[in-house]
């Protein structure tokens, strides 16, 4: 199931996200990469030079997916730039109305 405009697909069920306990905000394409990296913290009591292999993974996989939104967003951005240079100029509403006299 991948979400609407990400090309990594969830990997990991609501069903296993539940069991290991993962909070909802970090529940996205690389939770399964989350589950064992938490799972080697808690038996390593959170050494942080242990579980390096797993925690690399997960950063990275976390990395390509704000890459990816920035990307996303740099070209709804462009598109909307776009779309606002082709707008004719003279669309634009005065700031002071012209009376029935004048």
């Known amino acids: 199931m991948a979400l609407e405009g990400s090309s990594k697909k969830m990997i990991a069920t609501q069903e296993e996200m539940v069991e290991a306990r ?4 970090y529940r996205d394409q690389c939770a399964h990469l989350l ?3 938490n799972k080697c ?9 242990k579980c390096e ?8 996989c ?12 740099k070209k709804i ?14 669309a ?3 700031l002071i109305p012209k009376t029935a006299n004048a």
């Open 41 to 49: 913290r808690q038996s390593e009591f959170y050494l942080p030079w």
């Open 77 to 90: 951005r462009e598109e909307q730039a776009n779309l606002k240079n082709s707008q004719p100029q003279g």
């Open 35 to 37: 589950i064992p990296l």
């Open 62 to 73: 976390e990395y390509e997916l704000v890459m990816e939104r920035m990307l996303q967003m």
């Open 22 to 25: 993962v909070p909802l905000a």
């Open 53 to 60: 292999n797993e925690r690399h993974s997960y950063e990275k």
């Open 92 to 94: 634009v509403v005065p």
